[in-house]
C-alpha cells in the first residue's frame, strides 16, 4: 500500500528495469540509507543501499524540497520501530508481518531462528527487491506475499502463504494510515484482532487536527497542503488512540510524537518543525488469547495516557 506518486527509474540504471515500484519506497529508503551517515546512528542498515541509485536519490531530493525535515521523521520512526520488533523477537514473538513493506530490510538486518516474516505489497515492489537482493547474494529471508491488504483480504493473504495464526505475531505498519480512511484503518486492525490469537502492532498516524486543519499553525497547515500538491494527501487522522484501540479491544502500550521521540534519540537536539507534535507512532497489544503483556515502563518507554500532551 503506497502513494499514487511513482518512480521512472533511468532506462540506463542497472539497478532497476521497471517503471511501476512506488516511488515512496524509494524516498523511505533513502531517508533510512542516511543514517549510516552518521558517527553514532540510531541503527544501522547495511542492506538498503541495494535498492538505491542516483536515480532514486534524485527523486527523494525533489520530495525533499517542499520538506527536508522528514528525513530525521523516518529516522526516528524506523528505530522506534525497531526498537519494537527487538523485544518482541526477545519475548518469543515467532512471526513478523510487514503491511506495505516496501524496500523495508527488517527480515535482513533482524533475522533470528525460527522468525518467519512475511511482507505485503505489490508484485513489482516485491520482484524489484527480491532480484535486488539476489543479485547481492543475500537472502530476503522472508515470504513474499503479492497484494492488497485491504482489498484482498488480509486473513486470506497471510492463511494462503503459511501464516500461523495462533502463534504470537508481531505486525509492522509504516508510512500508511494517513493516506487512507478510517474504515481502511478500521478494518485492517479488527482483521488482526479478531483472528490473531496474540498480536502486537506498531504503527505512526497524524492527529485527526491536522487533517482538518485545526492546529492553528501556519507551518503545519502549509506541509499538509505541500504533500497534497505532491500528489500524496494526507486523508486520515487519530483523534484518541485509546479509543481505536479499544473498539479492537487491544491496548495501547505505548504512543509518542515523534517530537517526543526526537529529543529521546538525539538528546539536546531540536525538532525543527511543529508536525512532528502532530505526527505520532503507537504500539498496540491484543488479541483473541492471552493478552498478557510487558509494562511499558520495562521496555524503557513511558506512553502519555493523554493524547492532547503529545502536543508540547
Known sequence: MHLICTLMPNRRSSMSRIQNVAGTAFVAAECRAEENLEDHP???????????????????????????????????????????????????????????????????????????????????????????????????????????????????????????????SHFIWEGNTAYLDASAVSLVLDCIAQNVLRFSISFDYVAQELIANETGDPETAAVVARFAAMGAPWTYGVSDIGSLAGKIGAQVSDRFSIAELYRRYWPGKTPDSRIFDYYRICTLEGGRGDRSRMPSAEFGLNPSNDESSLVS
Open 42 to 168: 540510531l541503527y544501522r542498515d547495511p542492506i538498503v543501499n541495494l535498492f538505491l541509485d542516483e536515480e532514486s536519490k534524485r527523486a527523494a531530493d525533489r520530495i525533499f524540497v517542499s520538506f527536508p525535515q522528514w528525513k530525521a521523521s523516518v529516522r526516528v520512526r524506523t528505530r522506534y520501530v525497531d526498537d519494537w520488533l527487538d523485544r518482541q523477537l526477545q519475548i518469543g514473538f515467532r512471526q513478523v508481518v510487514i503491511l506495505g513493506a516496501g524496500l523495508d530490510t527488517r527480515a535482513q538486518r533482524k533475522a533470528s531462528s525460527g522468525v518467519t516474516y512475511f511482507e505485503i505489497d505489490n508484485g513489482a515492489t516485491l520482484a524489484f527487491k527480491s532480484a535486488r537482493l539476489q543479485e547481492n547474494g543475500v537472502d530476503p529471508g522472508a515470504v513474499y506475499i503479492s497484494g492488497d491488504y485491504i482489498a484482498d483480504d488480509l486473513p486470506t493473504l497471510l492463511r494462503r502463504n503459511g501464516f500461523d495464526f495462533s502463534q504470537p
